[in-house]
């Protein structure tokens, strides 16, 4: 008994590890343009950027996003930042999708672990998702709604990751080029880099673990049921309302996503239900109790089901714009177990990878980066009352 339990914990534990071989190259990638993003574009500019609740400011949020950290307990705390700094409520929350659902890192894990449509069904229905999601929420937060949200979050209640979101050592002057050449600039995209991982790692490893357990333990006819897959037009319907609720309860945050996407991908769920289950690591159970705590209990209500809702439809957007392009992808064979290790372009690719990880290590542990660690960790309560603008420039200097 307990050897077939060892041997069972052992065979998902290598999937885990042989999903995880497969996208490290593509996260170190990932969280290094995202370093060197986040190190060029000032946060101070952010909500002088979203005065108000105009198509032209939900596009500048999109792009805001899509060019910050993929951290989504970061990106709601930054969005709670922002609304308190007066920038629009929707823009804010347009903003917080963007930068969990558009950015670099998991449109370069979509490819290598499930195939570019999944990468372009991400960066199609992002947009369209924000949309939507924008149309309603401006229909539904009232001014009233707005005032009792803002109130809420000026109580400043603790979440996660707010040092992460209060921090602002991004360079200005100079081209963006120089900027990222620069030895200050070299400083601040190594510091940039060990934070993502260092706010995200856990919820990878946990995605990881998670869908190495449902690929080795739960058989393909399990999911074939919960899926519908033997009723097209079935499946069709309930992929992108069941995509969403596993999201929930999976408690994994955008990048440690995807190896479950590939799970659920192989298992039957339908192309929509991948989309609007990758959409939902804003509504996962610890993000929903962090805003209760940000913007109270019915502000957090309203978002938890006009979020829900436009991630469903957002899936069957994709599910339909797709069909009619004829790009569904229809090969049910997401890459979830190569448990050998061998000589190809992944092993080298992480080799080279992790080389560079080592550089941007040693350069962040010989600037400060440590101390900056700490302070990231801790609540951001100090840097909500405003002392957060002298901007760490003295590590710079």
Same mark, same amino acid.
């Given at each position: 008994?307990?050897?077939?339990?060892?041997?069972?914990?052992?065979?998902?534990?290598?999937?885990?590890?042989?999903?995880?071989?497969?996208?490290?190259?593509?996260?170190?990638?990932?969280?290094?343009?995202?370093?060197?993003?986040?190190?060029?574009?000032?946060?101070?500019?952010?909500?002088?950027?979203?005065?108000?609740?105009?198509?032209?400011?939900?596009?500048?949020?999109?792009?805001?996003?899509?060019?910050?950290?993929?951290?989504?307990?970061?990106?709601?705390?930054?969005?709670?930042?922002?609304?308190?700094?007066?920038?629009?409520?929707?823009?804010?929350?347009?903003?917080?999708?963007?930068?969990?659902?558009?950015?670099?890192?998991?449109?370069?894990?979509?490819?290598?672990?499930?195939?570019?449509?999944?990468? /372009?069904?991400?960066?199609?229905?992002?947009?369209?998702? +924000? $949309?939507?999601? %924008? !149309? @309603?929420? =401006?229909?539904?937060?009232? #001014?009233?709604?707005?005032?009792?949200?803002?109130?809420?979050?000026?109580?400043?209640?603790?979440?996660?990751?707010?040092?992460?979101?209060?921090?602002?050592?991004?360079?200005?002057?100079?081209?963006?080029?120089?900027?990222?050449?620069?030895?200050?600039?070299?400083?601040?995209?190594?510091?940039?880099?060990?934070?993502?991982?260092?706010?995200?790692?856990?919820?990878?490893?946990?995605?990881?673990?998670?869908?190495?357990?449902?690929?080795?333990?739960?058989?393909?006819?399990?999911?074939?049921?919960?899926?519908?897959?033997?009723?097209?037009?079935?499946? /069709?319907?309930?992929?992108?309302?069941?995509?969403?609720? +596993? $999201?929930?309860? %999976? !408690? @994994?945050? =955008?990048?440690?996503?995807? #190896?479950?996407?590939?799970?659920?991908?192989?298992?039957?769920?339908?192309?929509?239900?991948?989309?609007?289950?990758?959409?939902?690591?804003?509504?996962?159970?610890?993000?929903?109790?962090?805003?209760?705590?940000?913007?109270?209990?019915?502000?957090?209500?309203?978002?938890?089901?006009?979020?829900?809702?436009?991630?469903?439809?957002?899936?069957?957007?994709?599910?339909?714009?797709?069909?009619?392009?004829?790009?569904?992808?229809?090969?049910?064979?997401?890459?979830?177990?190569?448990?050998?290790?061998?000589?190809?372009?992944?092993?080298?690719?992480?080799?080279?990878?992790?080389?560079?990880?080592?550089?941007?290590?040693?350069?962040?542990?010989?600037?400060?980066?440590?101390?900056?660690?700490?302070?990231?960790?801790?609540?951001?309560?100090?840097?909500?009352?405003?002392?957060?603008?002298?901007?760490?420039?003295?590590?710079?200097?």
């Amino acid at each position: 008994m307990i050897a077939t339990l060892f041997h069972e914990v052992l065979r998902a534990l290598s999937v885990s590890v042989a999903m995880g071989w497969e996208i490290l190259w593509a996260l170190i990638l990932g969280f290094v343009l995202s370093g060197v993003v986040q190190a060029v574009v000032t946060k101070g500019e952010m909500s002088r950027l979203l005065p108000d609740s105009s198509p032209r400011t939900y596009l500048i949020a999109s792009a805001l996003g899509a060019a910050s950290s993929s951290c989504s307990y970061a990106a709601v705390a930054l969005a709670r930042s922002m609304v308190r700094k007066g920038a629009d409520f929707t823009a804010a929350m347009a903003f917080q999708f963007a930068s969990t659902n558009l950015v670099l890192e998991l449109g370069v894990i979509l490819a290598v672990l499930m195939g570019w449509r999944f990468t /372009l069904a991400e960066f199609v229905g992002g947009p369209i998702m +924000i $949309a939507l999601l %924008s !149309f @309603v929420l =401006s229909r539904v937060m009232t #001014p009233e709604r707005v005032a009792a949200a803002r109130a809420e979050a000026e109580r400043g209640r603790v979440g996660r990751m707010e040092g992460h979101a209060a921090m602002d050592m991004s360079l200005s002057g100079g081209s963006i080029l120089s900027r990222a050449l620069s030895p200050r600039g070299f400083t601040a995209i190594s510091h940039f880099y060990v934070m993502d991982w260092a706010s995200i790692w856990s919820d990878i490893v946990l995605g990881l673990i998670i869908s190495g357990a449902l690929a080795a333990w739960v058989p393909q006819a399990f999911w074939q049921d919960v899926f519908l897959s033997h009723d097209r037009m079935a499946s /069709l319907l309930i992929g992108p309302l069941i995509g969403p609720l +596993i $999201a929930i309860v %999976s !408690f @994994v945050c =955008s990048v440690g996503n995807v #190896p479950l996407a590939a799970v659920l991908w192989n298992g039957g769920i339908s192309f929509g239900g991948v989309v609007s289950f990758l959409f939902a690591d804003l509504i996962i159970l610890p993000i929903l109790d962090i805003y209760r705590r940000y913007y109270g209990w019915k502000t957090a209500r309203l978002l938890a089901v006009v979020f829900y809702a436009t991630m469903v439809l957002a899936g069957y957007l994709v599910e339909l714009l797709f069909g009619l392009t004829g790009l569904t992808p229809t090969a049910r064979h997401a890459i979830v177990a190569g448990t050998h290790f061998s000589w190809d372009y992944t092993t080298v690719l992480n080799i080279a990878f992790l080389l560079l990880t080592s550089v941007l290590a040693a350069r962040f542990l010989r600037t400060g980066g440590p101390a900056m660690l700490r302070m990231m960790a801790a609540p951001a309560a100090a840097n909500d009352r405003g002392h957060a603008h002298h901007d760490h420039d003295h590590h710079h200097h």
